[in-house]
């Protein structure tokens, strides 16, 4: 599942009363988020280009086109910003784009069916995979840790988890 553009941060709100925008990047550098170009929000409707001006508690302050007052920035506030993938680096062979491995499925290493990956968490202490399946009444929440996801095969579009224990 591949998509033309890749969610790369979100606008967290007004800083200041000129129009900067406090920016919450989802880069491994944070501050990789302004050479990206052109971002655009999900439904690309709208553009914006984006200046850094210094950071700030919470994130990066910027400074957009056209936004020259609070009352504009903070118009803003919660839309995700999205860089054309063929803006982002490529990225070696154990590493992902969450974006392309939501909707994948999720076996066992028997081959027992999962469920559906719905959503890549990190709450801070590394990325959990968090697998839907019409018969549990909760999400399965897998560690992405080599050990618990050996494998992921985007051209198969699968991912192998070996369960720690309990967690099945």
């Known amino acids: ?3 033309d ?4 941060g979100s606008i967290a709100g007004a800083f200041g009363v000129q129009g900067e925008v406090r920016v919450k990047s989802f880069c491994a ?3 990789a988020i ?10 690309g409707s709208r553009s914006f280009t984006l200046k850094p001006t210094r950071p700030v508690a919470g994130g990066l302050g910027a400074r957009i086109s056209g936004i020259n007052d ?3 920035a903070d118009a803003l506030r919660g839309i995700d910003l999205y860089a054309d993938r063929s803006r982002l680096p490529s990225l070696p062979d154990d590493e992902f784009y969450h974006t392309d491995l939501i909707g994948l499925e999720v076996r066992d290493t028997g081959g027992v069916l999962l469920g559906t990956l719905r959503a890549v968490h990190n709450h801070g202490a590394g990325d959990i995979l968090e697998v839907y399946s019409p018969t549990r009444k909760q999400p399965l929440l897998i560690p992405f840790t080599r050990a618990a996801v050996p ?3 985007l051209t198969a579009g699968r991912i192998v988890a070996d ?3 309990g967690l099945d």
């Open 163 to 165: 369960m720690p224990e």
């Open 34 to 43: 302004f050479t990206y170009g052109l971002l655009f929000t999900q439904d």
């Open 5 to 8: 553009r890749i969610c790369v």
């Open 29 to 31: 550098d944070p501050e």
């Open 151 to 153: 494998t992921v095969d």
């Open 1 to 3: 599942m591949t998509t």
């Open 70 to 72: 609070k009352d504009q």
